[in-house]
C-alpha cells in the first residue's frame, strides 16, 4: 500500500517505457531540474547562500541562478581543486557556498581538498555532483561517477543525500544549505519519474516507507531514481504473491537507523538498490548497519566493480543488471535464501 | 604607514630570537617535527603578529581582523610559538605540540586551537583558502554586512613554502585571484630553496618564479625574509596596490639563527636531539656568539 502520509504521485506506478503513458515520460524532470529550482529558492531565503561552479553552468543547472543573482555567483572555469578549496574560503568567512561540477571531478578530483579544507575544518560546503551514475549514457567511463557516495560517505562530518527524484532534489537542496556542516548532494543528467509531490515531506536523515505490505517478504532500500525501478518491481511482486515494502532512502549518511532496522526486522530480507558500485555506497552502508543491528540475507542491485561505458541510459541500465528484473529476481533471491534459513 | 623606528626594529628582532628559542624547545619535547621552515620564517611571523596582522588574541574570532593562512602546515611550529607570544596561549602550551590530546596538532587543525583559520598540511591548497576568503570578506563588505561599514575590508595574508608551488592546485588558485584582481590578498612565499628531496631548482624548478607570479597578474615583490623592516614595507606597499593581489618573495635561510641547520635540507624534517638543542639554544641566547663576545 502507498503510504498515504507521504503525499506521493498517484501514478506512482505508470512506467515511462509504455507508450500509454506517454504522458508520464513528458511530465519526468532531471533531479538536477530539481537541485537548479532549490538552488534560487535557498538563495531568496538566506543571502549567504553563494554558488560556485567549474565551467558548467549551463549542465549543473547553476544557470538560473547565475541570471538571478550575478554578484553571488563565482565563475572557478576547469579547476576542481580549486573550486574546494575556495568554497572553504568562502564558508570560513561566513558565506554558504554550493560548489558545482560532475560527480566525476567533484568529489571525484577535488578529494583530498574536500577532506582537508572541508571536511576535517567542518565548512558548510555543498558539494554538488551532476551526471551521476551510467545513465549519464554516451559520455562513457570517464563521466560516470559510480564511487562518489563511498568517497563521500567515508569522510567524518559529511551528511551525503541521493535525491529520488527532481522535487525531492529541490528540497534536498533548500535543507542542505540551512544544515549546519558539509553535504554531499548527488544529482542525475535524466529525466526520471517524478513520484514525490510539493506535499511531500523531506527531512535530512530521515528514510521514508514509500509501499508497505501485508506479511512483507521483502524490503527493498533504493535511492536516486532507480527508486521507481525498485517500485515497479515490488508492485509486480505484489501482483504475483509476494508483498514487498519499499523505503525511500534520500540520505545515506547519516542513515536512518530506527527506520532501516524496523524495516528489516519486518521483513527478514532485504534488497538495495542504487546507480553506485554497490561498494561502499547505500548497499555496503545498510549492510554495515544490519550486520550489526538486525543481520538478515541481503541481495544487492547496483554496478559491480566494474566501470561503465558508452550507451543509452536505459541499455546502461539494463546492461548493469539495474533493471526491474534484475530487482524481481534479487527478491526471489533474497526470499528463497531466507526460507533456506528457516 | 610610518617607518619602523630603530627601538622598534629591535624589538621585533629580540622577539624573533625569542621565538626561535621556543621552536626549538617545542621540537625537543615532541620528539619529532620540522625544523628548519619554522626557524626560516621566524622573522616573517613575528613581524606578521607583532607588527602588520590587525588581530586581537583575547578574540580569535573577531570578525573585522585581519586572516592568516598557513599553506605548508608543516612549518607550524613558528606560527604556534609566535601565537604563544602573542597572548592567544600560554607559552608553556607549546610544549604539548605534537602529543595525544594537545591542541597543537603535528600539523594545524583549526577546530582545536582558535585562530589557526585553516587546516593544512597537504600542500598546495591554502592560497584558494586564502583568495576564497579574499574574495568573500570583499562581497560582504560591499554588502555592508561588516561591522566596520565601509569597503576597509579585511585582509588575507597566505604564507606558502616554494617546494609546494609543484601542486597545480596553487597555480590554480593564482590564475583565479588574478583574475579576480583580489587586492586584499597577500601571498608570502618562503623561499628557501629546500624541500624533502633536496634543492627546489633540482627537484622541480620554479625559476623564474617572479615572472609566472606576473603573469598570472599580481604584484610581486621580492624581500629579504630576515629583514624585518624590508618585509613590513613591503606588506605596507601591497596595501597600496589595487586591482592585483600582490605576493612577497621572500628569500629566506632554512633554519635561520642556528649556523649547524643553516642551508642544510636535511633539516627539513627532524627535530633537535637534546645534546644539540642544548647548543642550539645557547647559540640563539647569545646571538651566534656576538652577544657574548661583545661582553668580553
Redesign the interface.
Known amino acids: 500500500m502507498i503510504n498515504p502520509d507521504l503525499h506521493l504521485k498517484e501514478n506512482i506506478f505508470d512506467n515511462p517505457d509504455q507508450a500509454a503513458t506517454a504522458a508520464v515520460a513528458k511530465a519526468m524532470a532531471s533531479t538536477r531540474d530539481g537541485f537548479g529550482k532549490g538552488l534560487i529558492e535557498a538563495a531568496v531565503a538566506d543571502?549567504r547562500v553563494?554558488a560556485l561552479c567549474a565551467d558548467l553552468t549551463e549542465s549543473t543547472r547553476v544557470e538560473g541562478f547565475k541570471k538571478r543573482f550575478p554578484?553571488?555567483y563565482?565563475e572557478?572555469?576547469v579547476?576542481e581543486?580549486?573550486l574546494?578549496?575556495?568554497?572553504?574560503?568562502?564558508a570560513?568567512?561566513?558565506?554558504i557556498?554550493f560548489i558545482t561540477s560532475y560527480a566525476a571531478f567533484n568529489p571525484g578530483r577535488n578529494n583530498?581538498?574536500i577532506r582537508?579544507?572541508i571536511s576535517?575544518?567542518?565548512m558548510p560546503v555543498k558539494i554538488c555532483g551532476m551526471h551521476a551514475g551510467v545513465s549519464v549514457g554516451p559520455d562513457g567511463a570517464t563521466h560516470q561517477a559510480l564511487e562518489d557516495m563511498a568517497l563521500m560517505r567515508i569522510q567524518p562530518h559529511m551528511t551525503v543525500i541521493s535525491p529520488c527524484d527532481a522535487e525531492e532534489a529541490r528540497k534536498a537542496t533548500l535543507a542542505a544549505a540551512q544544515w549546519d556542516g558539509p553535504v554531499y548532494l548527488r544529482f542525475g543528467r535524466e529525466k526520471t519519474p517524478l513520484m514525490t509531490t510539493a506535499e511531500t515531506p523531506f527531512e535530512i536523515g530521515k528514510a521514508q516507507m514509500f509501499l508497505s505490505a501485508e506479511n512483507p517478504q521483502a524490503v527493498i532500500f533504493a535511492t536516486g531514481p532507480l527508486l521507481h525501478n525498485a517500485l515497479l518491481s515490488a508492485k509486480q511482486m505484489g501482483d504475483e504473491g509476494m508483498g514487498v515494502i519499499v523505503v525511500n532512502v534520500a540520505t545515506i549518511k547519516p542513515l536512518d537507523r530506527d527506520t532501516i532496522v524496523a524495516a528489516a526486522r519486518e521483513a527478514e530480507a532485504v534488497v538495495t538498490v542504487e546507480e553506485h558500485q554497490i561498494a561502499g555506497g547505500l548497499g555496503g552502508a545498510i549492510a554495515e548497519l544490519l550486520a550489526q543491528e538486525y543481520p538478515v540475507p541481503i541481495e544487492f542491485i547496483g554496478v559491480r566493480d566494474q566501470f561503465g561505458q558508452s550507451g543509452e541510459p536505459k541499455e546502461l541500465i539494463e546492461h548493469y543488471g539495474m533493471g526491474v528484473s534484475h530487482i524481481k529476481d534479487a527478491l526471489r533471491k533474497v526470499v528463497g535464501r531466507k526460507s533456506a534459513q528457516v | 604607514m610610518q617607518p619602523l623606528t630603530d627601538t622598534e626594529a629591535y624589538e621585533l628582532t629580540a622577539r624573533a630570537n625569542a621565538i626561535r628559542q621556543t621552536i626549538i624547545e617545542m621540537l625537543l619535547a615532541a620528539g619529532s617535527g620540522h625544523t628548519a621552515g619554522p626557524l626560516g620564517m621566524a622573522d616573517i611571523f613575528t613581524a606578521l603578529y607583532f607588527y602588520v596582522l590587525k588581530h586581537d588574541p583575547q578574540n580569535p574570532d573577531w570578525e573585522d581582523r585581519d586572516r592568516l593562512i598557513l599553506s605548508n602546515g608543516h612549518i607550524v611550529p613558528v606560527r604556534y610559538a609566535a601565537m604563544a607570544h602573542a597572548g592567544y596561549f600560554p607559552v608553556e602550551e607549546c610544549l604539548t605540540l605534537r602529543k595525544f590530546g594537545s591542541r597543537l596538532q603535528g600539523h594545524p587543525e583549526r577546530l582545536r586551537l582558535p585562530g589557526l583559520e585553516t587546516t593544512s598540511g597537504p600542500l598546495g591548497s591554502g592560497l584558494s583558502q586564502a583568495a576564497g576568503m579574499a574574495y568573500a570578506l570583499g562581497m560582504s563588505a560591499r554588502e555592508g554586512q561588516t561591522s566596520s561599514g565601509g569597503l576597509t575590508f579585511p585582509r588575507v595574508y597566505c604564507a606558502m613554502s616554494d617546494g609546494e608551488h609543484d601542486a597545480g592546485n596553487i597555480w590554480e588558485a593564482a590564475m583565479w585571484a588574478g583574475a579576480n584582481h583580489l587586492s586584499n590578498l597577500t601571498g608570502i612565499i618562503d623561499r628557501n630553496n629546500i624541500q624533502i628531496d633536496g634543492y627546489t631548482e633540482s627537484i622541480m624548478p620554479l625559476e623564474p618564479l617572479r615572472d609566472k607570479y606576473e603573469a598570472f597578474g599580481w604584484h610581486v615583490l621580492e624581500v629579504d625574509g630576515h629583514n624585518i623592516p624590508q618585509f613590513i614595507a613591503a606588506c605596507d606597499e601591497a596595501k597600496a596596490i589595487y586591482e592585483k593581489p600582490t605576493v612577497i618573495i621572500a628569500h629566506t635561510i632554512p633554519g635561520k639563527g642556528i649556523r649547524e641547520i643553516e642551508r642544510d635540507y636535511r633539516w627539513h624534517g627532524k627535530p633537535p636531539s637534546k645534546e644539540e638543542a642544548q647548543v642550539f639554544l645557547n647559540e640563539l641566547r647569545t646571538m651566534q656568539g656576538k652577544v657574548a663576545s661583545e661582553h668580553q
Open positions: 543571502a553563494v554578484e553571488r563565482i572557478v572555469g579547476a581543486q580549486n574546494a578549496a575556495l568554497a572553504s574560503g568562502f570560513a568567512a561566513g558565506k557556498p583530498e581538498q582537508t579544507t576535517l575544518n567542518r
